[in-house]
C-alpha cells in the first residue's frame, strides 16, 4: 500500500517540477525580452513585460529594479502632470520592493540605492529619503557614502543644523580625510554667510568657529590644501563680521589680519602649484633634434 501511495505520488511531484521549471525559464525568457525594449528606449512596453516577469516570480530583484529605472525614464522631474505623479509612485514602489530583495551584488545593491535616493529627490519626497537613510544608518552607522548623503538631502530639505550634524559625523568617521573636513567647514561658511545677521548671534559664532576647526584639521592633514586656505580666509573674515556685530572691533580686526594671512598663504601655494605643473609640462616635451 505504501509503495502503490508512492508511486502514485510521482507523477504529481514530476509535474509540480516541471511547472517550475518551466515558470522560472519562461520568466528569463520574458526578462531579457523586457530588457531589450528597455535598451530600444521602449520603457511602457518594458515595463508591461517586467509586470509579466513578476506575476510569475515576485521576487525577481531584476524585474523590480528594471521597472524602476523605467519609470526614472519616463518621469518628467517637477511634472505636476497626473501621468508623471503616477509614474512617480510606482517608481518608487518598485525600487522598495527591489531594496527589500537579495541584489545579485553588492554593487548593483548600492546602485539601486543611489538611484532611488536620486528619484526621491527628483520628486521632492525628502522625508521618505531621510526616513529611508535614517533606516540604514541604524545598521550602518559609519557608513561615509550614507552621512554625506543624508546631510546632503537635509541642506536641500533646510534643516541646516542637522545638515551640519551628518557633516561632522562624517568628518569624524572619516577622520583621515582632509577633504571630509574641508566639507563641512565649507558648509559652515554656507551657514553663516547665506545665513548673514538673520542668523541667530549664539549660532552665527558657533557655526564659524566649527569651521575654522574643521579647516584647521584639513590643514593639519595637508598644510598645503589650497581650497581649505582659501576657505579659512574667508571663514575668518565671517569671524570678524561676528565680532563687530557686537561691537568687539579689536578681535574682529584680529579675524581680518588672520584672514589676510591665510590669504597670502593660499596665494603662494597656488602660485607654487603652477611652477611645478609648467617645469612637469616642460619636462615631457621631446627634445627638439
Known amino acids: 500500500m505504501t509503495n502503490a501511495?508512492?508511486?502514485?505520488?510521482?507523477p504529481i511531484i514530476s509535474l509540480f517540477?516541471?511547472?517550475?521549471?518551466?515558470?522560472?525559464?519562461?520568466?528569463?525568457?520574458?526578462?531579457?525580452?523586457?530588457?531589450?525594449?528597455?535598451?530600444?528606449?521602449?520603457?511602457?512596453?518594458?515595463?508591461?513585460q517586467f509586470d509579466r516577469v513578476l506575476k510569475l516570480d515576485p521576487s525577481s530583484w531584476s524585474a523590480n529594479y528594471l521597472t524602476a529605472v523605467?519609470?526614472?525614464?519616463?518621469?518628467?522631474?517637477?511634472?505636476?502632470?497626473?501621468?508623471?505623479?503616477?509614474?512617480?509612485?510606482?517608481?518608487?514602489?518598485?525600487?522598495?520592493r527591489a531594496l527589500?530583495?537579495?541584489?545579485?551584488?553588492?554593487?548593483?545593491?548600492?546602485k539601486a540605492e543611489r538611484y532611488y535616493l536620486s528619484f526621491l529627490d527628483a520628486t521632492g519626497d525628502k522625508d521618505k529619503a531621510i526616513a529611508y537613510l535614517e533606516q540604514q544608518l541604524?545598521?550602518?552607522?559609519?557608513?561615509?557614502?550614507?552621512?554625506?548623503?543624508t546631510a546632503m538631502v537635509y541642506q536641500k530639505k533646510g534643516e541646516f543644523s542637522k545638515a551640519l550634524e551628518y557633516f561632522e559625523k562624517r568628518a569624524n568617521v572619516d577622520s583621515n580625510n582632509k577633504e571630509a573636513w574641508y566639507t563641512l567647514g565649507v558648509n559652515c561658511w554656507a551657514r553663516s554667510y547665506n545665513g548673514g545677521p538673520a542668523l541667530p548671534?549664539?549660532?552665527?559664532?558657533?557655526?564659524?568657529?566649527?569651521?575654522?576647526?574643521?579647516?584647521?584639521?584639513?590643514?593639519?592633514?595637508?598644510?598645503?590644501?589650497?581650497?581649505?586656505?582659501?576657505?579659512i580666509n574667508l571663514l575668518y573674515r565671517e569671524k570678524a563680521k561676528v565680532l563687530d556685530a557686537v561691537d568687539k572691533s579689536a578681535e574682529a580686526q584680529e579675524a581680518y589680519e588672520k584672514a589676510a594671512e591665510y590669504q597670502m598663504r593660499a596665494i603662494e601655494v597656488r602660485k607654487s602649484q603652477i611652477a611645478k605643473q609648467k617645469a612637469a609640462s616642460a619636462g615631457s616635451q621631446p627634445e627638439s633634434p
Open 5 to 10: 501511495r508512492h508511486l502514485l505520488s510521482l
Open 138 to 149: 541604524s545598521s550602518r552607522p559609519n557608513d561615509p557614502a550614507l552621512l554625506i548623503e
Open 201 to 231: 548671534q549664539e549660532e552665527r559664532e558657533q557655526v564659524v568657529a566649527k569651521g575654522i576647526q574643521a579647516m584647521d584639521t584639513a590643514l593639519e592633514i595637508d598644510p598645503d590644501y589650497f581650497d581649505a586656505l582659501a576657505y
Open 100 to 110: 527589500e530583495l537579495t541584489p545579485p551584488s553588492p554593487e548593483e545593491g548600492q
Open 70 to 96: 523605467s519609470y526614472i525614464a519616463l518621469y518628467h522631474p517637477g511634472s505636476e502632470f497626473p501621468k508623471d505623479r503616477e509614474y512617480a509612485e510606482k517608481g518608487i514602489a518598485a525600487f522598495e
Open 17 to 48: 517540477a516541471t511547472s517550475q521549471l518551466f515558470g522560472a525559464t519562461r520568466a528569463q525568457f520574458l526578462l531579457e525580452e523586457g530588457e531589450e525594449l528597455y535598451k530600444a528606449q521602449q520603457y511602457e512596453a518594458a515595463i508591461a
